[in-house]
């Protein structure tokens, strides 16, 4: 050992204590595995110099001549125990770290909280040469009466561990704690905190949390579920109504295929049937979008078998009406137009059936007649890279082929049949005055042509490539240096 530190074996001890809290501070908290090997070296240096000086921390302190010193040494021994567990503790939280993660914080501190202990017990026997098993019994009297003052936050201290053994939830989780729908985003020594759907938070203390019904909807990742109920009339044929919501199933692409979604009659009154879609989406995000979206398809594709929902307006349409004129009554674009020309306009379309897999309308050709679906799934299909994708699924009320009439232009995309499908064609020589007497229709159209025109090059156009910078390093390595 250096001359000067055996020459001053206090002060070196002091300024180890010192250096190694400006390390602690200075290095980064991302290079962990180097700040927890510079404490290790830094406490093995510290306890050389404490033994070589005699001032072992396993028995009283030297110096009984010299107050000062002997002051000074006891507090290096002192300091020696709880540097040792503070290293401990830095030791098995970067162990437990690496296998538990974040969510065993709460035993990471708890463990701490005992090797502290014991520290301070061992330095009070060993170095103050005090009768342990008074402090001991003293201790434990004070523990008996704080623990029962404290008794409901001991509660929830003692459940916070139990669920982070358990892992019922983690950080980032959607949850769901008797009734309390949320994110989890911390889990303290109290409680666990919820962001809800609505922005706020919730805060759960972990003994009500370890004792409620817990629905965890982020277990496996990579699905959640939902469901949809609609009510129906009791005079609704089963198998029509059941076969119009599979449709409305297979019309939304962001159910999952796998587990596949799933249509169940649930309840039967003289008011109403109920019936209920339920399925998967691959993000938590997603539930709210795809139920809304679910709800709509439903309802159109109800509406196109000729069921109503119990809470939709029923008898608007009377009973002796066509199909093409119910379908114009139905149509977002067609709805505006009189009566009477409503009558003459469904005179003039024919109604075509497909199906599931035959063409309707293939890409590149200039369609002269214009179609309105009236029932089924029609898919879209776009080309990119020599490879065609699914693009999106169309249902009843929503037109193909408006891009020939408009500006004999030629489809983009391949329209086929996904499902059995009734589609009403209406020729463009019929289509062409009604457009040039009706410009609200006319822009209608044109607006729903931009706006699948724009969505075709979005998804279809190669993603810019991003610059990479080339460094020296880089320069090396392309020359072979």
């Known amino acids: 050992m250096p001359s000067f530190i055996a020459d001053h074996p206090m002060l070196c001890a002091v300024a180890l204590i010192l250096i190694d809290i400006a390390v602690w501070r200075l290095i980064s908290p991302t290079l962990a595995n180097w700040k927890l090997a510079a404490r290790l070296v830094i406490f093995a240096v510290f306890s050389a110099v404490l033994f070589n000086d005699g001032m072992n921390p396993m028995q009283a302190a030297p110096y009984a001549d010299d107050t000062t010193l002997h002051l000074a040494a006891t507090a290096l021994q002192i300091g020696w125990w709880l540097f040792a567990a503070r290293t401990l503790t830095v030791l098995l939280g970067a162990v437990m770290m690496q296998r538990v993660g974040h969510t065993g914080r709460l035993l990471q501190d708890l463990m701490g909280a005992v090797i502290f202990l014991i520290a301070i017990i061992a330095a009070m026997a060993y170095v ?153 989406v691959p993000a938590m995000g997603l539930k709210r979008e795809v139920r809304n979206q679910l709800y709509d398809l439903a309802f159109r594709h109800l509406q196109a078998a000729g069921v109503g929902l119990l809470s939709a307006t029923e008898g608007s349409t009377p009973a002796t009406v066509s199909g093409a004129r119910a379908l114009l009554e139905r149509s977002s674009i067609f709805s505006t137009l009189r009566q009477e020309e409503k009558d003459t306009f469904s005179q003039n379309m024919t109604l075509h059936t497909y199906r599931a897999g035959d063409m309707i309308l293939p890409a590149g050709e200039v369609s002269d007649h214009l179609f309105i679906i009236e029932s089924g799934v029609v898919s879209v299909m776009l080309l990119k890279g020599g490879h065609k994708f699914e693009a999106g699924r169309m249902g009843p009320g929503e037109v193909i082929g408006e891009s020939g009439i408009l500006s004999d ?73």
Not at 160 to 167: E, R, S, Y
Not at 254 to 268: E, G, N
Not at 439 to 468: C, N, S, W, Y
Request: proline share 5%; hydrophobic share 45%; aromatic share 8%.
């Open 128 to 280: 103050l040469d005090l009768p342990v098993k008074g402090v001991l019994a003293t201790s434990g009297a004070v523990a008996i009466i704080v623990g029962l003052a404290l008794q409901s936050t001991l509660s929830d201290v003692f459940s916070g561990i139990v669920l982070n053994t358990t892992k019922p939830y983690q950080i980032d989780d959607w949850i769901s704690i008797d009734g309390t729908e949320g994110r989890v985003t911390d889990i303290d020594w109290r409680a666990t905190r919820l962001q809800t759907s609505q922005g706020s938070l919730a805060v759960i203390p972990n003994s009500l949390a370890a004792k409620a019904k817990i629905i965890n909807f982020s277990r496996p990742a990579d699905m959640f579920g939902l469901a949809v109920s609609l009510q129906v009339s009791p005079h609704a044929r089963p198998q029509t109504v059941i076969e119009a919501l599979e449709r409305a199933m297979q019309g939304c692409r962001a159910l999952l295929a796998k587990p596949a979604p799933s249509v169940a009659f649930k309840v039967s009154a003289s008011g109403g049937v109920e019936y209920e879609i339920s399925g998967f």
């Open 409 to 481: 232009q030629a489809t983009l995309a391949d329209f086929t049949a996904k499902t059995y499908c009734t589609l009403y064609r209406i020729e463009n020589e019929y289509l062409k005055p009604c457009l040039d007497a009706r410009h609200d229709i006319g822009e209608a159209m044109k607006a729903l042509l931009d706006f699948r025109v724009h969505a075709a090059q979005a998804l279809t156009e190669d993603a810019p490539m991003v610059p990479v910078k080339k460094g020296f390093l880089q320069w090396l390595k392309n020359r072979g240096l």
